[in-house]
Structure formats: structure tokens, C-alpha cells
């Protein structure tokens, strides 16, 4: 049974790459489909075995290779952090692939799709369920190759290209992070298996180790190194620029990655490395400052954003800065079940988008759109419960993990836990305020875009509608449903997947911490809300003579530009990369030294000696038959003299160089 879990989806994929055009698009898409939804279903089994029934497993499958200590075996490791994200990954998958054969159905290119969706949700599986850092590695890799795959599925499009390439290669800087961390810890521990790892972890908190010639903590620098792979794949700040730009793929991938797999993966890693990490203070400290840095910038540059998918974007980069700081506040269960709940409402979020962007002829920009509450009721009311979810309203899913994670940040005493705080209620105010202002633009607002696209909206058909439907009822429910299980005082329904040293417990602090202190981010929230309200639901005048001012232009004009990050890489980085390169690498070794001994230099000498021995041809045999002739003369003649002689005339030598001296 697991390891159908892991390797269905691999199946399916295989199916519609090899066979999708036999099958065709309909075909594909019903076999991955089936692949993915019975994944699901044995998730839920493995669910109830391991996570509720106590039932560790551990698979090994078969040694990978050995080089003298260095052992990696293919092994899969089922515990309850494992179990909780297969059930999150697959259910939000099968979702996606169920929702993709209708929107993506007209697409001529549509087994190929599936069969990326399958594989990007295989390697998600493998990186999950890995025993060792290596094997975990593999299905980091894999998540980077089919999000490259994906959003540049539409490859005849230069924008698609351009953000494919920008998500590999700012992806490969987390990736070699994640790469030196990995070899770290063989050197530190000589293993790379998670339970070696953490077993031995207390007993090295005090080593240090030399990089760059400099001397320092061991632990503490595999815990940045190891940190810098999750600023990678889960987008934060420095590393962020590409979830963004990674919207040009279709809406379905968008969903895949923000919900269920890729930016995931870096909390995920954070949490699975807790019994690690927690002997890192610097880079708990570290951990917890960047990601209530990262919460409050894309906050505040989703205020201003007019790309539809892209609010929604930059809202997951925000949400993905409090499961990291409640990382670096060591408290992983709170994290991973912020993670649970956000892949729902998230998926229900980018579903419910890309309806919209179906029904109104792929036109992205919220300006141009308005009224559509009463063409679209149906994916109003869901784009109501998935924004009023990130905005964490009471009772419903985002409520049950994002206040607490606020709370925790307000009742660890220390200086870096208060400023995530801070931040992080800021952040709650600005994601209430870009929430109400998408629903306002979108659905509430007087209608602004072309009447004939605007008179030709509808629903989606039933593929869709069913996905949205499914997606809404854990996005209302599994937040007061799942609490006590997961975050629950005494629960002990972590087992030993996650470790927290006792001095670091504030789960129970942030139960008896003062009522102000708990409404404050609620209070934030509504308040944000209201004023959004205000402002978006009739185009307030007001609005406009802000935005018009002298400080609202250039505070816009900034937010709106991302916080100009992408200006310094490309004007201070990337093109003096480039310049240095071009000068360099290419004109004085590639067109310089190379061409020089190469084609232009010993190649031509070669060339010239070639041309100059041609005159030494003369054409007739008798002269190449009596070279042939005289040549083994000489030949027969040194074979018998030639020894005897060498020795005469070497003693001759000696003999005159003795007679010198």
C-alpha cells in the first residue's frame, strides 16, 4: 500500500507521456486522474494507520550505492509529518488534474500536461516519504525540473521562457545552499540518514567546523545552509522573485505549486530537520527574522498588484513568511498545520482565479473586469470562503493557524519573536485589504471590461465546479476540526517526526497570554477589510487623490515595482555577471587564449606544415619506391650495428667529458 502511494502517480505519468497519443487528452487525463485519486484514497489509509493509530512504518526498498562509509539506500519513512503532507498533497492534486482536463481540455499539448502534473506530484511524494537527505534531495530536484517544465509548458510564448529559465536559476542558488548543508552533515556525522542525523545531534552542538578559513559552529552553519535550500523553493525574501513571474504557466500549475508541492517543500524540509535545528540557535534566530521580514514585504506589494494571479501570488509568498517564522520560533507543529490548512484555501483561491480568468477570455488584469457576482454566483461564493480563509476570519480554516502562530510569536520572549509579531500583524492587516480589494475589483465593483467578453461569461462545467466545491468544505472545516489534533495541548499525535527542546516551548505561554494581544491581528484584519471596502467598492474619489499625490505616487510607484528587487539584481547583479562574462570568459579566453592555441594558433601552424610538405610529393612511383627501398636499408643496418654503435659512441662521449674536466 505505500508504496502505491508514492509510485501511482509515476505510473499515470508514464502512461500519458508514452501513450498520450493513443489515448488522447480525455484518455491521459482520465488515467492520471485515477492514479492520483487512488493515491489519495491509500493516503487517507495511511493516514488513520500511522498518524491516528500510532503505526510508524518504514520501507527499505533496496541500497542505492556504497563508497567506503557513505551508504544511501532507496527507503521511505511513513510518519505522522508524512502521512499528514501525502494526504494535503494528493487530495489537492487529484483536484487539480480532476479541474485541469476541463479547463486545459481545448489544449492540443494536453497528455503532455498531465503527465507533467503526475510527475510534478511524484517527486513531491518522494521528498515527503525520503529516509536520507540524499534521496530527499532527488525529489527536490525533480519538483525544480517539473515547475520549469510546467510554466514554461506554453513554450512558444518569450514571457513563459523567460520565467521558466528565472525560476531554475534562482532556484539553483537555494539548491547548492541545500548542497553544501547535505555535505555538511556527512562531514559533521559521516551518515545522511535522518535518524543517524538526529540522534546524534546533541552530541555535536559544540563542534565547530572551518569554512573559508574561518572557524564556526558546525550545527549552526548546516542550519543556514540548510536554510538557505527552503529560502529557495519556498520564496523567501532575496530568493523570492521568481513565484511571481511564475504565473505565466497555466492556472492549474499555479494552484499545483503554491498549494500542494514545490514552495512547500522548504517548510516542509525546516520541520523535517527540527531535531537538527534545534541546536542551531543562530539560525532559528536567522530563520525567524527572514521569514517575518518575508511576511510583511509581499503583504504590502500585494496591495498594489493588478494581475489577478499575481495578488494571489504574492499572498502565498506572504503566508509562506509565517510558517517559516513560526520555524524559527520552534514551533514546526504549528507550521506544518498552517501548511495544511493553507494548501486548501490556496488551491481553492487559484482554482477559483483561473474560472474567472476562463470565464472572461484569459483576461488577467482586474481593472478590466467588475460585476461579476451576478454572472458568476457560484465561483463568487468560493472566491468569498477562500479569501475570507486567508484572511483568517473567525471559524474559519486560516483563523485555527495563523492567529496562533501571531500568538506564539507575541509570547516568546525574545526580541526576534516580537518583531516577527509586529510584522506579521501588519501582514494580516495588508492580506485582509488586497483580499477584500480582489473581491471588490473582480466581482463587486461597477463592471469595466469588453461588454462581449463581459456578456459571455459563465460557469465552468461540472469538472470545475466539483473541484471547487471539494476544495471549500476543508477550507471552512479542517481548521476547527484539525486543532487539537495537531496543535492541541498534551497531543501526542507528532510523535518523534517533530522535536522542540522544553526551553523553547511557547504553545502553552500563547494560550494564557492577555485577550488584547490575541485580537490584535483579528482587529487588524477587519479593520484592513473595511477600509478596502470602502475604498474598491464604488472607485472612491478619495483613492484616486491619493494615489495622484505626490508621497501616494512614489509610495505606489515603489510597492508597485516589488520593492524595486528586481531592478538591483538585474542593473547591479545580473548584468555585471553578464558584462564580466562577455569581456572575460568570452573575448579573452574563448575568442582570446582558446582561439589562439586552437583554430587560429597550432591548428593553422598544423595546416600551414601540411601545405608546405605537399611539395615534397613528387608524383612518380619510382621515387616513393626507392625511398621505400633506401628506408629499410637504414632500418636493417641500425638493427645490426646500431646497438654496438650506441655504445661506442656513448663511451666516446664520456670518455671526451672525462678528459674536460
Request: charged content about 10%; proline content about 3%; overall charge neutral.
Amino acid at each position: 500500500m505505500y508504496l502505491n502511494i508514492v509510485f501511482l502517480p509515476l505510473f499515470g505519468s508514464l502512461v500519458a507521456g508514452f501513450f498520450g497519443r493513443f489515448l488522447g487528452g480525455r484518455g491521459a487525463g482520465l488515467i492520471t486522474m485515477s492514479c492520483v485519486g487512488l493515491s489519495f484514497c491509500l493516503s487517507g489509509l495511511a493516514f488513520y494507520e500511522v498518524g491516528l493509530g500510532g503505526s510508524f512504518t518504514y520501507l527499505l526498498l533496496m541500497p542505492w550505492f556504497e563508497s567506503d562509509s557513505f551508504c544511501v539506500d532507496w527507503a521511505f519513512c511513513f510518519d505522522s509529518l508524512t502521512v499528514v503532507m501525502l494526504l494535503v498533497v494528493t487530495f489537492v492534486s487529484a483536484l487539480v488534474h480532476l479541474y485541469s482536463t476541463e479547463y486545459m481540455g481545448e489544449d492540443p499539448h494536453l497528455p503532455r500536461f498531465m503527465c507533467y502534473l503526475s510527475l510534478f506530484t511524484f517527486f513531491m511524494l518522494i521528498l515527503v516519504t525520503a529516509d536520507n537527505f540524499v534521496q530527499m534531495f532527488v525529489g527536490w530536484e525533480g519538483v525544480g525540473l517539473c515547475s520549469y517544465l510546467l510554466i514554461n509548458f506554453w513554450f512558444t510564448r518569450i514571457q513563459a521562457n523567460k520565467a521558466a529559465i528565472k525560476a531554475m536559476l534562482v532556484n539553483r542558488v537555494g539548491d547548492f545552499g541545500l548542497a553544501l548543508g547535505i555535505f555538511g552533515i556527512f562531514i559533521i556525522f559521516g551518515s545522511v540518514d535522518y535518524s543517524t542525523v538526529f540522534a546524534l545531534a546533541p552530541y555535536f552542538s559544540s563542534s565547530s567546523i572551518s569554512f573559508f578559513n574561518i572557524e564556526v559552529g558546525a550545527l549552526n552553519l548546516i542550519g543556514v545552509l540548510l536554510f538557505i535550500g527552503a529560502v529557495g523553493k519556498s520564496a523567501q525574501l532575496g530568493l523570492h522573485t521568481w513565484l511571481p513571474d511564475a504565473m505565466e504557466g497555466p492556472t492549474p500549475v499555479s494552484a499545483l505549486i503554491h498549494a500542494a508541492t514545490m514552495v512547500t517543500a522548504g517548510v516542509f524540509l525546516l520541520a523535517r530537520c527540527s531535531p537538527l535545528l534545534e541546536y542551531c540557535p543562530g539560525a532559528l534566530m536567522l530563520i525567524g527574522v527572514v521569514g517575518g521580514m518575508t511576511a510583511f514585504f509581499a503583504a504590502t506589494t500585494a496591495l498594489v498588484q493588478n494581475d489577478l494571479k499575481r495578488v494571489i501570488a504574492y499572498s502565498t509568498c506572504s503566508q509562506l513568511g509565517y510558517m517559516v517564522f513560526a520555524c524559527g520560533l520552534s514551533n514546526y507543529p504549528v507550521a506544518i498545520f498552517h501548511l495544511a490548512n493553507h494548501a486548501f484555501f490556496k488551491a481553492l483561491l487559484f482554482l477559483g482565479a483561473g474560472s474567472v480568468i476562463h470565464a472572461v477570455g484569459d483576461e488577467q488584469d482586474m481593472r478590466k473586469m467588475g460585476g461579476l457576482r451576478r454572472l458568476l454566483p457560484f465561483t463568487y461564493s468560493m472566491m468569498v470562503i477562500g479569501s475570507l480563509a486567508l484572511m483568517g476570519m473567525p471559524f474559519l480554516t486560516g483563523f485555527y493557524s495563523k492567529d496562533v502562530i501571531l500568538e506564539v510569536g507575541y509570547a516568546t520572549y525574545s526580541s526576534v519573536a516580537h518583531f516577527a509579531y509586529w510584522l506579521g500583524s501588519f501582514a494580516a492587516f495588508c492580506t485582509a485589504f488586497y483580499s477584500i480589494r480582489l473581491l471588490s475589483l473582480c466581482f463587486l465593483a461597477e463592471p469595466n471590461g469588453s461588454r462581449a467578453l463581459l456578456l459571455s461569461a459563465s460557469e465552468g462545467s461540472w469538472p470545475i465546479s466539483i473541484s471547487l466545491g471539494l476544495l471549500a468544505i476543508p477550507s471552512i472545516f479542517i481548521g476547527y476540526m484539525g486543532r487539537d489534533l495537531f496543535i492541541g495541548l498534551g497531543t501526542d499525535f507528532w510523535g518523534n517526526a517533530l522535536f522542540c527542546l522544553p526551553a523553547n516551548l511557547s504553545l502553552i505561554d500563547a494560550e494564557f497570554m492577555q485577550t488584547s494581544a490575541k485580537l490584535f491581528p483579528l482587529c487588524c484584519s477587519i479593520i484592513g477589510g473595511y477600509i478596502s471596502f470602502l475604498l474598491y467598492r464604488s472607485y472612491n474619489h478619495d483613492l484616486f487623490l491619493l494615489k495622484t499625490s505626490l508621497v501616494g505616487r512614489k509610495l505606489y510607484t515603489f510597492l508597485n515595482r516589488k520593492w524595486l528587487f528586481d531592478k538591483v539584481y538585474n542593473d547591479f547583479l545580473t548584468q555585471n555577471v553578464l558584462d564580466f562574462g562577455y569581456h572575460f570568459t568570452y573575448k579573452a579566453i574563448d575568442r582570446g587564449l582558446i582561439e589562439s592555441l586552437g583554430p587560429f594558433g597550432l591548428s593553422k601552424l598544423l595546416i600551414n606544415q601540411v601545405n608546405q610538405s605537399r611539395g615534397w610529393q613528387s608524383g612518380y612511383l619510382y621515387h616513393y619506391l626507392l625511398s621505400f627501398v633506401d628506408s629499410n636499408i637504414i632500418i636493417g643496418v641500425w638493427l645490426i650495428f646500431g646497438f654496438p654503435l650506441l655504445r661506442i659512441g656513448v663511451f666516446l662521449v664520456i670518455a671526451v667529458l672525462w678528459s674536460t674536466l
